[in-house]
């Protein structure tokens, strides 16, 4: 082999590997999806909020409540919890963390807490369709003259409340409920107005009639 073919193996070499070297140290980000977008986590927490804004118990200043929530379960229970929680101190009670402590127990239900969606369309849907094959389907797009899209955020408590040593029951409100939502409307598959997300602090979140575009 002569010479310069040796040479211009040696090269090709040479810059195979480098490629690869290259290759190999090449970096992509990679996204979280989580399982709620912030949107929804903003409507419900909210939702949340407003039914907490109405709970009540009818007790003396200075009372001392133990809050169970063994019953009160769910994916945003949590923060629902706590908003109840605060809402009995600024109603001038106490907060105990035992029942041994407490004058009065009050005990918290969930009836709901979490994300209704509703899509109306003056056209004609998008559809899924299957094919020949049976493990594989197409989607046909949405072809509308007007089309509203709305998430609701809805919460639903209810309580009873009971004297800690006597267990003779209280005056409590019995269900609380709070509900946001948020519209968008599209025309002609290309113009679209109204509430596209929710922004953290928004005053959107409000329940507002259907045609209002903002």
């Not at 986590?41 to 409540?65: C, K, M, N, S, Y």
Request: aromatic residues 8%; contains cysteine.
């Amino acid at each position: 082999m002569r010479p310069s073919q040796n040479s211009g193996q040696r090269a090709a070499l040479c810059l195979a590997a480098a490629i690869g070297l290259t290759l190999a140290g090449c970096a992509s980000a990679v996204e979280t999806r989580p399982g709620r977008t912030a949107t929804e986590q903003l409507l419900v927490a909210h939702a949340a909020e407003r039914a907490a804004a109405d709970f009540r118990i009818e007790a003396p200043a200075g009372t001392a409540v133990f809050l169970e929530t063994v019953n009160f379960t769910g994916e945003w229970a949590p923060y629902a919890i706590s908003a109840l929680r605060q809402r009995v101190m600024a109603s001038g009670l106490r907060l105990v963390r035992t029942r041994d402590e407490a004058d009065l127990i009050v005990e918290i239900r969930m009836g709901a807490l979490s994300i209704d969606q509703m899509h109306r369309v003056l056209g004609v849907p998008a559809l899924t369709l299957p094919t020949g094959d049976r493990y594989s389907t197409f989607t046909v797009p949405e072809l509308s003259l007007y089309s509203q899209k709305e998430r609701s955020g809805v919460a639903e408590f209810s309580a009873f409340a009971y004297d800690a040593r006597t267990g003779e029951p209280a005056k409590v409100v019995r269900r609380v409920t709070g509900q946001t939502q948020m519209r968008s409307h599209t025309f002609l598959m290309v113009m679209s107005w109204g509430e596209q997300e929710v922004k953290p602090g928004s005053p959107a979140l409000s329940v507002e009639p259907w045609w209002k575009p903002w």
